[in-house]
């Protein structure tokens, strides 16, 4: 029988708890039991419920949780996150994934778990170049990433089409069909993965040729020219590319360009040569632990690079004020560069609903995490924790700062346009979700018709809602002075 949970925020677990684990067990059950599971947890939990967003009396304060996440961040950087977040409802959203957290917590879910994404919002998938040098379109950020219902994932992404399609315009009938039209996918992909053996569905990945001719028809001609655009532009997106928009020569050598506050480089950060010697050795020691997560092929080959220069960098909306590095590495010649990016990573923000991490390193969390969900991942992958920082241990992880990576511009879409980017959201989401999970009780439960579909539409208008309030409430808070934004560095 399925345990069907209804977590709040009144319900958190304890420290050591974990509410959900993946079921690895669920491959010895036939597909008629998996099946059986499905529709039991269907019985328990009807899809029409997934449309009521009815937030309680007690709803933890929106600005409140950020003010929260703020404290193990950096003081300096914080004003620049609620600075962007403040751009629009969804910029807002971008970097409120905690607030929707505590909110999905008081949802009904199925008890059906996955590997989560944990922040599935439609700006977190795009283009990246596969360890083959192919372009693929994937989820590509796993900050958050905790085994946990599948159901919050839809509903988060669901949320950010609505989100994103008001903020660009289009009438409430057409933002209705685009986000029916990506769940309506995600359920259409889960019940094709739940038909297809394990390795097939391991297997499985978006490259960019095939999705043109999936989505080309249901594109404007300038959509398709710009797709076509981003495509070649992520081919670009290298560390060659970054070598020469983040350096200049040094008495021959590169050195990373300050831009503060979005990029300053370590010899800014600290006086004296001195210390700045110990904070560089400290760094290499650092990197050279990384080494150590990789696979044996993928180390030999990081030996080849020697340390060059390192600066930190503000990247991204919600993980503005974490520690994040850009760290340059020389090949055989300054002709030979590699630019890593090391981020920090923090607690989930799921963990407080969906229970701790089997992992103690957070970084390893978001590793394991994401080589469960992509099709395939950067190969410098890895994860690393900090002993030597003056405010205590950081973990981290570890990837290529460029590697063929491009994004959708979502303000530039048409409601036809969007569409089909939430269709290929929706697939690509079901498609990390079957690697995972079982995917034979998730289709089961979801079924065939669009009552799913409907319900989350319904859910994703009335959040968007939330969402506004909450985005008004963020700019109430810099009115008053409770907390400070920095349009400098603005997304």
């Not at 910029?91 to 009904?108: E, N, Q, V």
């Not at 579909?453 to 409770?482: C, K, M, P, T």
């Amino acid at each position: 029988m399925v345990e069907c949970v209804s977590v709040g925020p009144n319900s958190v677990p304890l420290a050591s708890g974990r509410r959900f684990a993946l079921d690895s067990a669920a491959g010895r059950l036939t597909p008629a039991e998996r099946a059986a599971r499905g529709k039991a947890a269907r019985s328990a939990v009807p899809r029409e419920r997934h449309a009521v967003y009815d937030p309680p009396a007690d709803r933890p304060d929106p600005v409140g949780l950020l003010e929260r996440q703020a404290v193990t961040r950096l003081p300096d950087l914080v004003p620049v996150r609620y600075g962007r977040m403040l751009a629009s409802p969804f910029s807002y959203f971008r970097g409120a994934a905690l607030p929707m957290a505590a909110d999905l917590a008081a949802t009904p879910v199925s008890g059906l778990a996955v590997q989560a994404c944990g922040d599935a919002h439609l700006s977190n998938f795009g283009v990246y170049a596969s360890p083959e040098r192919a372009l693929v379109f994937d989820l590509n950020d796993f900050d958050e990433t905790l085994p946990g219902p599948w159901e919050w994932d839809v509903k988060r992404l669901a949320a950010s089409l609505e989100v994103a399609g008001r903020g660009t315009g289009y009438p409430r009938g057409q933002r209705r069909q685009v986000v029916t039209a990506a769940v309506g996918r995600y359920r259409e992909a889960m019940r094709a993965f739940a038909g297809q053996g394990d390795l097939a569905v391991w297997y499985a990945r978006a490259e960019t040729g095939a999705l043109r001719e999936q989505f080309g028809s249901q594109l404007a001609a300038r959509e398709l020219r710009q797709a076509d655009s981003a495509v070649a532009k992520a081919r670009t997106r290298d560390s060659l590319q970054a070598l020469a928009q983040l350096t200049r020569l040094v008495d021959g050598r590169p050195r990373i360009v300050a831009d503060p506050p979005l990029v300053v480089p370590l010899s800014d950060l600290v006086e004296g040569a001195a210390d700045q010697a110990e904070l560089e050795a400290d760094l290499r020691r650092l990197i050279g632990d990384y080494r150590r997560t990789l696979q044996t092929d993928r180390r030999y080959l990081l030996e080849q690079f020697e340390f060059a220069d390192m600066a930190r960098k503000v990247v991204g909306v919600g993980s503005v004020g974490t520690r994040c590095w850009i760290v340059l590495m020389l090949g055989r010649d300054v002709s030979d560069p590699l630019f890593l990016q090391v981020k920090e990573a923090e607690r989930s923000v799921l963990e407080d609903f969906a229970g701790t991490s089997e992992y103690a390193n957070h970084g390893q969390r978001v590793v394991a995490g994401q080589r469960l969900m992509q099709a395939a991942s950067d190969i410098f992958l890895g994860w690393q924790r900090s002993q030597a920082e003056p405010d205590g241990p950081h973990d981290y992880y570890v990837r290529q700062l460029r590697d063929g990576k491009a994004s959708a511009d979502i303000e530039a879409m048409t409601a036809a346009g969007m569409r089909a980017y939430g269709e290929l959201c929706g697939w690509t989401l079901a498609r990390s979700h079957a690697r995972s999970g079982d995917r034979i009780a998730i289709a089961a439960y979801l079924g065939q018709s669009a009552v799913f579909d409907q319900a989350i539409a319904e859910f994703a208008a009335a959040y968007a809602d939330q969402n506004e309030r909450d985005h008004q409430a963020l700019a109430a808070a810099v009115a008053s002075g409770r907390v400070t934004a920095s349009v400098e560095g603005s997304a």
